[in-house]
């Protein structure tokens, strides 16, 4: 028995999950194989042989992975499949996109967005946005199954000599033209690995007002986040957003300014370590998953707020 | 051109869930249900369409017991032409789901499929790209923006780095985003009609494939609870206990 993990990256690097996807994948077997499709992606797999949990790199190259298309992708995978027991991904945007693409081929009834691995065939998940957990088995041979990152570790990502061998190319999908690709860049810390997250959500009332919310990010070298609410609303960009249908953040310290807390917001923040809300409104049921509560109103509070972490000489970038 | 839209029937999105004392699942009875949020952006995408004259017929199909047929009745009154419900009891797997909407496809023979990209049930997210699996047909999945073209779709996709535009063949299916559209509610007198639309009910045994569950769910719990919080008074009271009480700044 041996598990397959879907290497996430740029051509370039690794994406950062992939590290805690390796770790979920060691959990189930020691046997972790990782494989990485792409073009010209030598450096990330050279990268991927280096995370002392892979044993061995399986490199697939050609024009048509250079966009991770899953109706490409797909095929290349299921080749692969027969000499595994479990394919493993991260369950973010790529691994959402593609694994069920790849458990339908192998007709495996897919296991989504776990967050503990409990044996090699049982897993715990969340359900309805995080307010059950479920503990689920599956019996299929093969097991496809996607993991949630922010609920495991990354692995250590150095120090590994895995031998990187090639694989075969499949054929191209023509029906899927990949026409192009817009990535915010900022220089923040990314959302899903930041120490500490500043979002905003209705409350900010315009696009213009999250200027107060980039401050006191750039102050506390925060990432970003939002609600749906706010992105709707066309404040701030969809990459931003935070909760059941966003993304999933469990940073050290979580500030939510603005918000009120619907339940498919605090589907993607209630597991941080420490959350601050600031809101007008006493009765926002994001009052009820806070640590520390201000009821206020966010455009006088977050003046006295930089002020107040101006005055802090301690703060670390 | 079709559009097959499949639609799902889940608790509201409102409603705080309660899990069952014997850890069997989440409570259901006497509480509200709806259709799956994205699942009503894919029946008004798909009607846009029709409206702006590009497609011809929009089918709404549900998979599920009795009461799923409510979800349908909806779509037909926002605007599908045609329902179509697949009658089964019991639990359902996205893969044993996208294994019916494939027998569906090869009778309906539509264009495009369009469903919600994740269900808020048991957010598998899922559906949608077995199906193409299946049919080996082009995936635009987590779709904000589609634009119906000759011969194929240009769709915008949000991605975890911000959006992607792929172009797709037609035919495909397309999983919907809750950005791509603003549902319209259902008039009246279109409520009215809709029930007159006709609904094809099809006994799931009469489609020869098997549904039986893969994935055995053992024990639905409670996740833990976060210890309750405080509130402070001001601003400098905050900062003072970030620094000295949680340490985190």
């Known amino acids: 028995m041996s598990v397959l993990l879907i290497a996430e990256h740029n051509n370039k690097d690794l994406r950062p999950f992939t590290l805690n996807a390796a770790t979920a994948a060691s ?58 027991s479990h394919i493993i991904c991260s369950a973010n945007t790529f691994g959402k996109n593609l694994m069920p693409r790849v458990a339908a081929h192998l007709d495996t009834s897919q296991v989504s967005d776990i967050i503990k691995v409990i044996s090699p065939d049982t897993f715990l998940r969340p359900i309805y946005a995080g307010n059950a957990f479920a503990t689920v088995k599956t019996n299929d041979t093969k097991k496809c199954i996607t993991i949630r990152p922010t609920s495991f570790e990354p692995c250590e990502s150095s120090g590994g000599t895995a031998t990187i061998e090639k694989g075969q190319a499949g054929e191209e999908f023509s029906n899927t033209k990949f026409i192009k690709r817009e990535e915010v860049k900022s220089d923040r810390p990314e959302l899903g690995t930041a120490r500490i997250v500043v979002s905003g959500g209705r409350g900010m009332q315009s696009g213009d007002n999250f200027k107060l919310i980039t401050e006191v990010a750039d102050k506390l070298g925060a990432a970003i986040g939002a609600s749906r609410a706010a992105v709707d609303a066309g404040y701030i960009s969809n990459d931003h957003q935070v909760g059941q249908t966003g993304k999933v953040v469990v940073p050290d310290l979580y500030i939510a300014i603005g918000i009120s807390g619907a339940i498919q917001h605090l589907a993607g923040m209630k597991e941080s370590k420490v959350i601050v809300a600031i809101n007008k409104d006493g009765e926002a049921p994001i009052f009820s998953v806070a640590d520390y509560g201000l009821e206020a109103d966010l455009f006088e509070a977050l003046p006295q707020f930089m002020e107040e972490l101006n005055k802090l000489n301690t703060i670390q970038k | 051109m079709k559009i097959l839209v499949a639609v799902k029937r889940v608790i509201d999105y409102n409603v705080q869930i309660r899990v069952k004392e014997d850890g069997s699942g989440v409570v259901t009875d006497n509480v509200k249900m709806s259709t799956n949020p994205p699942d009503d952006n894919a029946i008004e995408e798909a009607v846009k369409i029709k409206e702006a004259g590009k497609a011809t017929e929009i089918v709404a199909i549900t998979v599920g017991a009795e009461k799923a047929q409510e979800t349908v009745r909806k779509a037909l009154a926002v605007g599908a032409d045609k329902g179509i419900h697949v009658k089964t009891e019991g639990v359902l797997e996205p893969l044993a789901v996208s294994k019916i909407i494939n027998k569906i496809v090869e009778k309906e023979k539509p264009d495009l499929v369009f469903m919600g990209k994740q269900a808020i049930d048991d957010d598998c997210n899922q559906t949608g790209q077995m199906l193409s699996a299946l049919l080996n047909w082009p995936q635009a999945t987590f779709a904000s923006n589609i634009e119906v073209k000759e011969k194929s779709l240009e769709v915008t996709r949000e991605i975890d780095e911000g959006l992607e535009t792929v172009e797709i063949n037609i035919p495909a299916i397309v999983t919907c985003d809750l950005r791509l559209n603003e549902p319209r509610y259902a008039s009246l007198p279109n409520i009215m009609k809709a029930k007159k639309k006709p609904i094809e009910e099809i006994n799931v045994s009469d489609l020869g494939i098997d549904i039986t569950p893969r994935v055995q769910q053992l024990k639905v719990e409670e996740p833990p609870k976060r210890k309750a919080g405080i509130k402070v008074a001001n601003v400098a009271e905050l900062v003072q206990k970030l620094k000295n009480e949680a340490k985190v700044l």
């Open chain 1, 27 to 84: 959990q189930i077997d020691a046997d972790v194989h990782a494989v990485i499709i792409g073009q010209n992606s030598e450096t990330a797999a050279k990268k991927l042989s280096e995370l002392p949990v892979i044993k061995k790199v399986i490199s697939i190259e050609a024009p048509h992975y250079e966009n991770f298309t899953a109706e490409n992708f797909a095929p290349a995978i299921v080749k692969l499949a027969e000499n595994y």
